[in-house]
């Protein structure tokens, strides 16, 4: 399969323009269809910035994370949020911080 580092960046900004072009062509969906795609645009923007940090530096890395990790739970997308927090605490054990894993788990699980 594809993975995230092998799609360009701004294949994500690309399809959002798409999406966002055929919306305001149809009446009925540029009245829900403006919100929803702000949401995900910002969805992306987060998501991207995680991948982004992978490898390098951990703050920044860090930041990406939380900040997705907020904006998932304010938006109730409660698997996402999930996922995110397994894919954090995963991050803290492959590191041997042990104590951040599970406070991970304990503190957004």
């Given amino acids: 399969g594809i993975?995230?580092?092998?799609?360009?960046r701004d294949t994500g900004a690309a399809f959002l323009q798409k999406l966002s072009d055929r919306v305001e062509k149809d009446d009925d969906l540029r009245r829900v269809g403006a919100n929803?795609?702000?949401?995900?645009g910002e969805l992306m923007r987060l998501v991207d910035?995680?991948?982004?940090?992978e490898g390098e530096d951990e703050d920044e890395r860090t930041d990406a994370c939380l900040r997705t990790m907020k904006y998932l739970k304010e938006t109730k997308r409660d698997?996402?949020?999930?996922?995110?927090?397994r894919i954090w605490a995963q991050h803290?054990?492959?590191?041997?911080?042990y104590v951040e894993a599970g406070l991970t788990y304990l503190n957004h699980g």
């Fill in 49 to 53: 910035l995680v991948h982004h940090f």
């Fill in 92 to 97: 803290h054990l492959q590191h041997n911080k």
């Fill in 36 to 40: 929803f795609l702000a949401e995900i």
């Fill in 3 to 8: 993975t995230n580092r092998e799609l360009p």
């Fill in 79 to 85: 698997d996402l949020y999930r996922k995110y927090v």
